[in-house]
């Protein structure tokens, strides 16, 4: 008990200096705020010592005293399908995995747009095949996995082949997934995806920092972990045309998402079932219309 | 003089099984090892192409498929066998003596073939060892770890239980067999005359641990791995263990009974196995099935009231969907006509046949198997976002398959009967 | 920490129950170890076998 208040309040003193720290470097030269990047990012990634963590094919290592989250404005989404496609480029994930890892639902206007679906919704099922967008009269709502903090998923792994990092990510482990699909039955927001045969990726087009996965094994959405811990931004946040996505480090008040969720009204998936999801969303922006 | 004479002859026919192999029974052998393997051609092509030869899907379409109703449909299949014969050295039930090591046969077969079913639906079954190997770090919140746990527990217990009852009867025929002989002696090791008494003490006590355990592996760990999980609407219910628990025990029994009597019919044990023993086992099939009945209607009505809508969505597919014919065909032919006439034979005694009980019984099996398909299935077509509602077909390859876990189930339980003493020979 | 409850749910009666057997009078220890050898024997079994066929279907399955 002793051990744990005491790493909890060094946590806290080194997430304290490190805000302080970074606002002063951010306001002396705000060009070194993000070397790894060309584009802006609100990611404040603080170095720290590297710690052995488990590997999840990427190679890369939690930094302390981040954790990501989401937040994806659902009044501005066009329902493009950029992120889908950039997503599934990205990720390297098989035309065999149908939809792939980001879906977006089509919703009828008249509907308030909540975390909970409307029985309209559910038996008819939202149009996720529209071939033109926006409508009017639509709302266009990406899912996505959610990256729990609360994940049933992690809990019914029988291998701890998908696990929860400190840093925010539920990530896979695909050595270690025997494909009982138990996470997939588990996961109230249908995020996982199983390759039910082998998957073809475009050997040219293979992206080497993510590993592609063998046929058996679930998969899904990782936040880009592999963009994210080295300070980049998610594929789909930073393909997305109209600003709908913002990501970043909750843990610090300076950054995009931690203002976005002090200011705007926000809500989560299925929050009933308290799962704790890290992707909040907003109905903030306009949507684009002709 | 004489008397020695009858029970001589009374045992000689109790060996029966073992003493013969006529040719039907190999032609039917040969029929079941045919459908295994063609399971096992369908099987291999899923492994070499992966489980995209089955209807499963996901998000849209299910991700479970008839594999896991196979699976709880076997698993729960494993406890009438061990309930009657805990029965037996518990409460001492003699009238349900001669079919205990039925029913004891009848739950190792069952538990094979459940721990297979959950290996089939593995997209990895070459990794299943990995449930072993991290175990100890998963037990704490996995319940598909618990239910590995308790079903290999389970098999030890009842195969240890069966082999340790089973001695005394060993004994006395390892003299008269060759081949098996060997196998029985193999058997007997450190036998001694007197270990008979102490392995009833052992019998009594193993029969206390084995009601638990089948509380906590049908109404426990099977049915939460439904019960506990709030992301399918259906599901997410305290219910799910006595649920569960009363599909097992009914299911179970009614596999015992058609075995009992089917062998009973072969081997013409007519005086051997009385035909009360069935008339009350079939009473009591309907009263636990009947109180099965209740226990659907109430989830259904909780379903309906004034339900959230997923567990609507679910229900309406059942009462109205596209499941609506195949459901009511079970809930009426499948659940209500066997209880009526089996809890009926009571007020009519002349309506009682070991035969109808048996026939009876078979078709509770059946809708018993269709009745965790309504429990799996519709769930996993209704995801709590709206996607598009998908359906299932189960494909040829899963038909095969649970087609050939049936088959080795029999087939396994035919070679038993033609190895080891079926029916308890001894005289006390 | 559910599972270890759960488990320990099941497994104690179990263990109980045997130590009560092998504790009652009059002591015997043939029987109880010959009970526990099988037991112990059949787990190895199971162990060992879920290793052999994983290795079995990895030949099958495309890598």
């Avoid at chain 1, 050997?203 to 980049?232: A, I, S, Y």
Wanted: with cysteine; glycine share 8%.
């Amino acid at each position: 008990m002793k051990k744990i208040d005491r790493r909890q309040f060094i946590t806290y003193l080194v997430g304290a200096a490190g805000a302080v720290l970074l606002t002063r470097q951010a306001l002396a030269s705000p060009s070194r705020s993000s070397p790894t990047s060309g584009a802006t990012t609100l990611l404040t990634v603080k170095k720290a010592e590297p710690r052995k963590y488990r590997v999840d094919g990427s190679g890369t290592k939690p930094t302390e005293g981040t954790r990501f989250v989401m937040v994806i404005d659902a009044g501005a989404c066009i329902g493009c399908r950029r992120c889908v496609y950039a997503c599934k480029t990205e990720n390297n994930i098989p035309d065999t995995i149908s939809p792939p890892w980001i879906e977006v639902f089509q919703m009828k206007n008249e509907v308030d747009l909540t975390g909970t679906p409307s029985r309209e919704d559910l038996k008819t099922g939202s149009t996720t095949s529209y071939t033109e967008s926006p409508l009017p009269g639509m709302w266009y709502q990406p899912v996505q996995c959610n990256h729990c903090d609360n994940a049933p998923c992690v809990r019914v792994c029988p291998t701890g082949a998908t696990y929860k990092t400190e840093d925010g990510f539920v990530l896979m482990d695909y050595e270690k997934c025997v494909g009982c699909r138990f996470c997939v039955v588990a996961c109230p927001y249908s995020a996982r995806r199983f390759n039910w045969i082998k998957p073809q990726v475009d050997q040219v087009n293979v992206n080497p920092l993510v590993p592609v996965r063998p046929v058996g094994v679930v998969e899904k959405c990782t936040f880009c972990v592999h963009r994210t811990r080295d300070g980049k931004l998610p594929r789909c946040v930073e393909v997305c045309p109209v600003g709908a996505r913002h990501f970043g480090n909750i843990n610090d008040p300076e950054s995009e998402v931690a203002k976005i969720i002090t200011d705007t009204p926000n809500f989560r998936l299925l929050e009933e079932l308290n799962t704790q999801p890290n992707i909040r969303y907003i109905v903030r922006g306009k949507k684009y219309t002709r | 003089m004489i008397r020695r004479t009858t029970i001589d002859q009374h045992e000689e026919s109790l060996l029966k099984p073992l003493l013969s192999a006529g040719k039907p029974y190999l032609a039917f052998c040969a029929a079941l090892l045919l459908i295994v393997l063609w399971a096992g051609y369908a099987w291999v092509l899923q492994l070499t192409g992966g489980l995209g030869i089955t209807a499963m899907r996901t998000p849209v379409g299910p991700a479970w498929g008839i594999y896991i109703v196979n699976f709880v449909f076997f698993a729960s299949m494993a406890h009438g066998g061990m309930a009657i014969s805990a029965a037996v050295h518990l409460l001492k039930a003699e009238k349900f003596k001669p079919i205990a090591r039925m029913g004891e046969v009848l739950t190792i077969v069952s538990l094979a073939m459940a721990g297979l079913s959950i290996i089939i639906d593995m997209g990895r079954p070459d990794r299943a060892f990995n449930m072993i190997r991290f175990w100890p770090e998963r037990v704490g919140t996995s319940p598909l770890t618990w239910d590995v746990t308790v079903i290999v527990l389970y098999l030890v217990l009842s195969l240890s239980f069966l082999w340790l009852t089973m001695r005394r009867d060993l004994a006395r025929l390892a003299k008269r067999f060759g081949l098996r002989g060997r196998l029985y002696n193999l058997l007997l090791i450190g036998y001694k005359a007197d270990e008979d008494k102490k392995v009833d003490r052992l019998a009594f006590w193993l029969s206390i641990a084995i009601v638990i355990l089948i509380v906590m592996l049908s109404g426990g760990v099977i049915p939460w791995i439904f019960g506990l999980i709030p992301a399918q609407a259906g599901w997410f219910s305290a219910m799910a263990g006595p649920y569960f628990l009363t599909a097992a025990l009914a299911s179970s029994l009614a596999a015992v009974i058609v075995v009992a009597v089917l062998l009973r019919k072969i081997y013409h044990w007519e005086d051997y196995i009385k035909p009360e023993t069935f008339k009350s086992l079939g009473i009591l099939l309907g009263v636990i099935t009947g109180f099965y009945v209740y226990l659907t209607f109430a989830e259904q009505l909780t379903a309906n009231y004034a339900a959230p809508h997923p567990e609507l969505a679910v229900s309406e597919l059942l009462m109205t969907g596209e499941l609506a014919p195949l459901y009511w065909t079970m809930i009426i032919g499948g659940f209500v006509f066997p209880v009526l006439m089996l809890v009926g034979q009571t007020l009519r005694p002349r309506l009682f046949s070991p035969t109808r009980t048996a026939i009876y019984a078979g078709v509770l099996i059946i809708a018993f198997w269709l009745k965790r398909f309504f429990i799996v299935i519709p769930s996993l077509l209704r995801p709590l976002l709206p996607f598009p509602n998908g359906s299932y077909t189960p494909t040829w390859v899963e038909w095969s398959i649970i087609a050939g876990t049936v088959a080795a189930a029999v087939l396994l339980y035919a070679i038993f009967i033609k190895v080891f003493p079926i029916v308890e020979a001894h005289k006390e | 920490m559910i599972g270890i409850i759960v488990i320990a749910v099941v497994v104690i009666p179990v263990v109980v129950l045997i130590l009560e057997f092998v504790l009652e009078k009059p002591r015997t220890f043939r029987i109880p170890s010959l009970f526990l050898g099988s037991v112990v024997a059949q787990i190895v079994g199971v162990v060992v076998l879920m290793a052999l066929m994983g290795a079995l279907l990895g030949l099958l399955i495309p890598q």
